[in-house]
């Protein structure tokens, strides 16, 4: 399989019973790309990212991130992603910095590696003054920021986000965005889940699942100009409504 | 192996990081301890008893002063008329009526048998035994005296030739209750602790998403199981020596066997309630779903493990199916060390028994755990 592509999946299936949440995708992304997984709630996209993190074993089909199968090479796939997912993933009565400094150790780094970079975490977020409180303190927001950030503690080349802004005031997820730019800058490759219809102005390239199955993918202006649409928003409304 | 290290930090971070944990740790056994160790008695005592004399002579006064002298009876009061005395029993005012016939006293001097009759509330199948014992043994004691006292030497050569038992009850002289079941009570705290401390924390993490954060780490599995028994068998084992502690502080009762041993022992039990704490976490999705599993699993082996009700008493295959259960052991060899100080050489079936169930659910809980990360 070609490694030059971060992610790269071939007719990827999973089945729970008789349900087929993700039906035959394929797809392909670059390194340092934002890509965009689009789609209605039950589409498949937790399901497809679940199974491309190594959380899920594939009903069928084959997938290879940052060079692994998925199916073969899962704990070589987890060293090389970072994962945040729409749930939140940090430890509430933890503090700060023992939130930061439990996923360091889990993640192998040294003592004094996380000791350099729980500094380095705390003034890039400015929790200097926050950092000895517990996490629940924290606002929404906030807590994202911190999450995103200990995903990225073992330096992943790869970024698995699943709907990270869900739930988050519009500032805090223009916050966020920027800090993913800051992410692509540094040549990772973030594969990001979303149904905010804004943010996939953002993306590089999106795709747009439909029940189980990638029904379109492209780069936002191309897909407008495909569907003559001036918004995002638009083009998932008349794809979907067309389905 | 520091990924592990991290783990056990983090739980104990988690644990104490309020007080309540502090607190359940040290006030469940004090509570436990000092109510169910007073409360729970087989002893029977204080039975409550109405009489009804219908001979009034000196020979029914004497008789009925031999109950008013022992601990076991409270005599509630007199009733003269017979068919109000099945109302004590059904209020609950008395349990135990006795009726003494008219002519008692001319019925034993002219050497016929009184019959007196005795009326049981035998809803508490139990004490109504016990009680019946006592009141036995307070005839028997009746009938020595007469014939002793009697002139009649034929008699009194009869009760040479009686057998008679005379009792020494080893281990427990006084057959006190609380020695039997205060070390019953340790293990109750014990698997309750460790049960629903390891199910509720395992599926907490469940239901915060956090174990599915670990899952895309590299950490192993197994790493995460050690993680997790780790801190909760220390937890225990803290736990006994506090429940010792307070066994010893409230009821004056200390291990007359060899401390090393029983903790031994107890690290063994610990492994079965950890087994079945991670079981416990992968049929459930919640917290609460865990609780109440936890709830039943408990319920089960509590009642099924002799503390209550003797294993002897049971149907036989229920008495097969408490074979199956770790806590029937645990119980024993607590009571054995605590009690009779015995030594290890006499427990190793109860041992070999507890540590092969504790580690055949140990693993089985771990390969399933496993399996459904993975």
């Known amino acids: 399989m070609q490694t030059d592509k971060a992610v790269s999946v071939s007719k990827l299936s999973r089945h729970f019973g008789k349900f087929i949440a993700v039906d035959e995708i394929s797809f392909e992304v670059d390194k340092g790309e934002i890509f965009g997984f689009l789609g209605a709630n039950g589409a498949g996209k937790t ?43 940090l430890y509430d009565d933890l503090t700060v910095k023992e939130n930061i400094e439990f996923y360091g150790g889990i993640y192998g780094l040294s003592r004094e590696k996380i000791s350099d970079k729980t500094d380095q975490l705390i003034s890039e977020l400015n929790l200097d003054k926050m ?58 490759t973030v594969f990001v889940t979303t149904h905010y219809m804004d ?7 999106v795709s747009i699942m439909h029940k189980g199955k990638i029904i379109e993918l ?22 979907i409504g067309q389905n | 192996m520091r990924q592990i290290f991290y783990l056990v930090q983090k739980e104990f971070r988690q644990i104490f990081r309020d007080f309540s944990m502090v607190r359940i740790l040290f006030v469940v056994p004090l509570i436990q301890i000092f109510i169910l160790g007073n409360a729970i008695t087989t002893d029977v005592k204080n039975i409550k008893i109405v009489f009804q004399d219908q001979d009034k002579t000196p020979y029914s006064r004497e008789f009925i002063s031999r109950f008013v002298h022992s601990e076991y009876f409270k005599i509630i009061g007199f009733e003269e008329n017979y068919n109000r005395l099945s109302s004590y029993l059904d209020s609950g005012k008395a349990s135990l009526a006795i009726v003494i016939p008219r002519h008692f006293q001319r019925d034993i001097v002219l050497k016929d048998k009184p019959d007196i009759q005795l009326l049981v509330d035998g809803v508490d199948g139990n004490s109504a035994g016990v009680s019946l014992g006592y009141i036995t043994d307070i005839v028997q004691k009746y009938q020595e005296r007469l014939i002793e006292s009697s002139p009649d030497l034929s008699l009194q050569v009869k009760n040479v030739r009686r057998v008679e038992t005379e009792p020494r009850f080893w281990f427990n002289p006084n057959l006190e209750s609380k020695l039997y079941i205060v070390p019953g009570i340790i293990a109750l705290i014990l698997l309750i602790i460790t049960l629903f401390l390891t199910s509720m924390g395992i599926v907490r993490e469940k239901e915060i998403g956090t174990l599915e954060q670990l899952m895309v780490t590299p950490i ?23 429940s010792m502690g307070f066994v010893y502080l409230i009821f004056g009762i200390g291990v007359k066997g060899s401390l090393p041993l029983l903790l031994f022992e107890s690290s063994l039990f610990i492994i079965s309630t950890l087994g079945l704490g991670i079981f416990i976490s992968t049929i459930s999705d919640t917290q609460q779903q865990a609780l109440f ?6 319920i089960f082996s509590i009642l ?63 390969m399933r755990f496993r399996k459904k990360l993975g």
Request: glycine share 6%.
């Open chain 1, 47 to 89: 399901t497809a990212i679940k199974m491309l993190c190594g959380l899920l074993k594939p009903t069928s089909g084959e997938a290879t991130v940052a060079g692994f199968s998925i199916n073969s090479d899962t704990s070589k796939i987890k060293k090389n992603i970072g994962y945040m997912s729409q749930k939140f993933s």
């Open chain 1, 131 to 188: 950092k000895n409180s517990l996490t629940r303190s924290l606002p929404l927001g906030w807590k994202q920021r911190l999450a995103l950030s200990t995903s990225l503690l073992h330096d992943p080349s790869i970024i698995f986000l699943d709907e990270p802004t869900g739930g988050v005031d519009p500032i805090s997820r223009r916050n966020f965005w920027r800090i993913i730019y800051e992410i692509a800058s540094r040549g990772k």
């Open chain 1, 199 to 205: 943010e996939a102005e953002y993306c590089n390239r």
């Open chain 1, 218 to 239: 492209g780069t936002p202006t191309g897909l407008k100009q495909k569907y003559n649409k001036t918004t995002m928003q638009d083009i998932f409304i008349s794809i």
């Open chain 2, 220 to 242: 192993r599995s197994y790493q995460l199981v050690i993680g997790k028994i780790i801190p909760f068998s220390i937890l225990g084992m803290l736990e006994i020596m506090i």
């Open chain 2, 293 to 298: 599993i936890a709830w039943f699993f408990m």
């Open chain 2, 304 to 366: 099924l493990s002799g503390f209550f009700i003797p294993i002897a008493n049971m149907p036989p295959v229920i008495q097969h199916i408490t074979r199956l259960n770790p806590l029937r052991y645990y119980i024993v060899i607590l009571r054995e060390i605590y009690l009779k100080g015995t030594s290890f050489k006499d427990l190793i079936p109860e041992t070999l028994a507890m540590a092969t169930f504790g580690l055949c659910l140990f693993f089985a809980a771990v």
